[in-house]
């Protein structure tokens, strides 16, 4: 659902406006006062006004669907212990967490943190040859939407970083040897298994203990 709400949405911003002479910046917050700008455009067709208002009624339903669904996952995620607990890691917000626990088997299933990371797809593809070990992207195997969150998730927590934050250790001396691309999985693959962590345990996340925890997730 969300991914079709985004697909109207580029379909309104890229194909149709430009078409028209009519630019915008990107983004959702623009979006509704471009819509207005179109309808009381009086110098722009009928037709074309009557085909954007129809792809704008569209994007309206789609996102009073969207802000339904969000508003019972977070009542289910306030209800939920478990949930609660791993919005506590940083880069995990309420929907990732609901994800994570509704998503994850009995987490007991998985024998380390490391397996429970690459059950969702955060782990490197190894292109290790003559003893050289060399890892690329991720396989892309796993639950797709559980990943994707996780990875918006710690990209949120670079960007923190990048405009002044005050980033962990680890993750300062990341940023020096990654792009922020290739931090961004590596941070959501320690989420992952710190995660996992915390809801074999039953434990609450603590900054100080998060080395503790991914040791004993590894």
Not at 130 to 140: D, E, N, S
Not at 188 to 213: F, H, P
Request: aromatic share 4%.
């Amino acid at each position: 659902m969300i991914s079709s709400g985004r697909q109207v949405m580029s379909n309104l911003e890229e194909s149709g406006f430009a078409r028209v002479g009519i630019t915008a910046a990107k983004g959702k917050a623009h979006l509704d006062p471009l819509l207005e700008r179109i309808q009381a455009d009086e110098s722009l067709p009928a037709l074309a006004r009557e085909l954007f208002a129809a792809q704008a009624k569209e994007y309206a339903q789609l996102q009073a669907q969207i802000d339904t669904v969000d508003a019972r996952l977070i009542a289910w995620h306030r209800a939920d212990e478990c949930s609660r607990r791993l919005t506590k890691i940083p880069g995990v917000g309420p929907i990732g967490a609901v994800l994570l626990t509704m998503k994850t088997p009995e987490p007991e299933l998985f024998r380390s943190g490391r397996q429970f990371a690459a059950w969702i797809g955060l782990t490197p593809k190894d292109h290790s040859t003559a003893g050289k070990v060399r890892l690329g992207g991720i396989t892309r195997a796993g639950d797709q939407g559980l990943r994707s969150v996780l990875v918006v998730g710690a990209t949120t927590v670079i960007q923190h970083a990048q405009r002044g934050g005050r980033p962990s250790p680890w993750l300062s001396e990341l940023l020096k040897r990654k792009s922020p691309k290739l931090a961004a999985v590596a941070l959501a693959n320690k989420m992952a298994r710190i995660a996992w962590k915390l809801m074999v345990t039953g434990e609450n996340y603590a900054a100080k203990a998060a080395s503790t925890a991914l040791a004993g997730a590894a």
